[in-house]
């Protein structure tokens, strides 16, 4: 069965310092999908990226950029020179090909920026 | 664009009673799925439905259940509430049933049940 964890259940830094939300998943599929949400306060999820288990190359957004490694079953997400807004509950979530738009979803991170 | 809408925001109801709540996809997504979210078990998946049929179901009692309509538009409905079914329900629309499609929510519907 697939499993997605996220160890770390909250972070507080400073604005302006880099952070890495980590994301280990477990699937027996050879095609799946990883995901990327972030949910501030007012509950609802926003879409932040989505990579197939066949493109490993890495992928920056502005100051966010996400560290897909096959070999080690992660799925990192990193935001360099965080700011307050970032503040939010970010969740990692697994799809795998034969399970329709079924999402699996890790216990999220609790990130918390402060001025 | 609009999003996905969801009614109503926020429900009280009390042990036993049952609730319906109903989530409206982005115009032209043909996929609803249903999440629940509680401080506990964080979010589980309920169920999903394209084109009126449901295609997956999480491990939920039977209590839980929904439908699609023609319009895609989809409803849950939790019967003989229980106190554990106080969560945070999300609602998820999709264009199709393909998983690497980008599934937006809802703003969730709040179920306290006392």
């Known amino acids: 069965a697939q499993k997605v964890t996220q160890a770390q259940t909250e972070i507080s830094v400073v604005e302006k310092e880099d952070v890495t939300l980590d994301c280990v998943y477990e699937?027996?599929?050879?095609?799946?999908?990883l995901f990327w949400y972030k949910q501030p306060p007012s509950g609802e999820l926003v879409f932040l990226i989505r990579?197939?288990?066949?493109?490993?190359q890495n992928e920056i957004s502005g100051r966010y950029s996400w560290n897909f490694q096959k070999s080690t079953s992660s799925f990192n997400f990193t935001i360099t020179a965080s700011q307050v807004v970032d503040s939010a509950v970010y969740f990692c979530?697994?799809?795998?090909?034969?399970?329709?738009?079924?999402?699996?979803f890790g216990g999220g991170t609790r990130l918390m920026v402060k001025p | 664009k609009a999003g996905v809408t969801q009614t109503p925001r926020y429900l009280i109801k009390t042990r036993g009673q049952q609730v319906t709540l109903s989530c409206s996809p982005i115009?032209?997504?043909?996929?609803v799925s249903w999440y629940q979210q509680t401080p506990g078990q964080g979010l589980q998946f309920l169920f999903e439905?394209?084109?009126?049929?449901?295609?997956n179901k999480g491990n939920f009692p039977g209590r839980f259940s929904g439908r699609q309509f023609s319009n895609s538009r989809s409803e849950m409905n939790v019967s003989t509430l229980e106190l554990g079914d106080s969560a945070l329900y999300l609602c998820?629309?999709?264009?199709?049933?393909?998983?690497?499609?980008?599934?937006?929510f809802g703003p969730g519907t709040r179920l306290t049940v006392l």
């Open positions: 439905y394209f084109s009126e049929t449901q295609r």
């Open positions: 998820a629309s999709s264009l199709d049933e393909l998983p690497y499609n980008e599934q937006f």
């Open positions: 979530a697994l799809s795998e090909a034969n399970a329709g738009n079924m999402l699996t």
């Open positions: 115009s032209g997504h043909r996929s």
């Open positions: 699937t027996r599929d050879t095609t799946y999908y």
């Open positions: 990579r197939n288990s066949f493109d490993e």
